[in-house]
């Protein structure tokens, strides 16, 4: 978590930090107060992104989403955007993850310090990160001194935070505290937690012919249809990740378990197998342990990447 700087020095703070929040699928662009944790936003300053595009469609469409939040010049920018990516540097590093193929190798920092209003410096984050530090500033893991957030989307993302900071290394977490380099069954976790795992365990489970909806809401859809199949699948991928991330949430001793990303929105589906899940390898870590879908789904990743640029601009 680090800065890309303009080569001239940042002007005083202002009291509104201009921020992006780079999804799989879209961005979301915001105006963030950290001192007090308000945050502004929009529907629509919701912008589409064609993560299969080329290097310039991608660039071009996050300019586009970043646009609505109206910043001006000599803004200090925060960025959330998932790995793998160098944070340190603005270089993107997505390969092999169905996302932003485009981009790998490409200096981001760069193109946005370019073509942004003048900014005076922005500071990327790791969205899951960002997340769990907005929702422990003014969600649902705030006054937890131990917490763990998921965030279900595309991938698994997870952030381990320790009294407010961020734990990616020691026994207590996963490598790197990515619950995404975790495996079930001998096969890495996202071949059966992911958007695409989902999509194509349910395009097996109604056999040839029968096809796939779009994406995972329109799988949550069926399910709330009575359909069994598509809660089976939803069953399956959630308690997988249960059984998986509990050993975690022990060692770690957290207190809370905060879930968000786009999979959350199906939180009536997904809540009971998950949880289940949790129990069925830690029998008694339910009774210590808060799981909760995120309390500020849109504005936690916002908050959380302006908190980290307002520190980093210090």
């Not at 989403?65 to 340190?88: L, M, N, Q, T, V």
């Not at 969600?139 to 989307?153: F, M, N, S, Y």
């Not at 790197?176 to 996202?190: F, I, K, S, V």
């Not at 949880?275 to 879908?293: F, M, N, Q, V, Y």
Request: with cysteine; proline share 7%; net charge negative.
């Amino acid at each position: 978590m680090s800065r890309v700087d303009s080569g001239r020095p940042a002007g005083a703070a202002a009291a509104w930090i201009p921020a992006l929040d780079i999804g799989g699928t879209h961005a979301v662009a915001g105006l963030v107060d950290p001192a007090t944790g308000r945050v502004r936003t929009a529907d629509t300053w919701r912008q589409p992104l064609p993560s299969d595009g080329s290097a310039d469609e991608i660039v071009d469409a996050i300019v586009r989403g970043a646009s609505k939040a109206g910043a001006g010049p000599g803004e200090h920018w925060a960025i959330a955007i998932p790995g793998p990516f160098d944070y340190e540097h603005g270089i993107a590093l997505f390969r092999g993850v169905g996302k932003f193929e485009a981009l790998y190798g490409f200096d981001l920092g760069a193109a946005l310090m370019a073509v942004l209003p003048q900014p005076s410096a922005i500071t990327f984050v790791n969205d899951a990160d960002a997340f769990l530090l907005g929702e422990h500033r003014a969600g649902a893991a705030r006054g937890h001194e131990r917490a763990v957030g998921i965030t279900l989307g595309t991938g698994v993302g997870s952030c381990f935070l320790a009294h407010g900071a961020v734990v990616d290394h020691g026994p207590a977490v996963p490598p790197q505290g990515r619950a995404d380099l975790l495996t079930y069954e001998g096969r890495p976790l996202e071949d059966t937690v992911s958007r695409n795992a989902i999509r194509a365990a349910y395009a097996r489970a109604t056999g040839p012919g029968n096809g796939s909806p779009a994406d995972v809401k329109e799988i949550a859809q069926q399910a709330h249809n009575a359909d069994t199949a598509a809660q089976r699948v939803l069953d399956h991928a959630m308690g997988a990740l249960g059984r998986t991330i509990a050993p975690w949430l022990a060692e770690f001793e957290a207190t809370v378990l905060v879930v968000g990303g786009s999979i959350a929105g199906s939180w009536d589906l997904i809540a009971r197998p998950l949880r289940d899940g949790i129990e069925s390898a830690e029998p008694e870590l339910p009774a210590r342990i808060k799981i909760t879908r995120a309390a500020l789904p849109v504005q936690a990743p916002l908050l959380g990447a302006a908190v980290v640029a307002m520190a980093a601009a210090d």
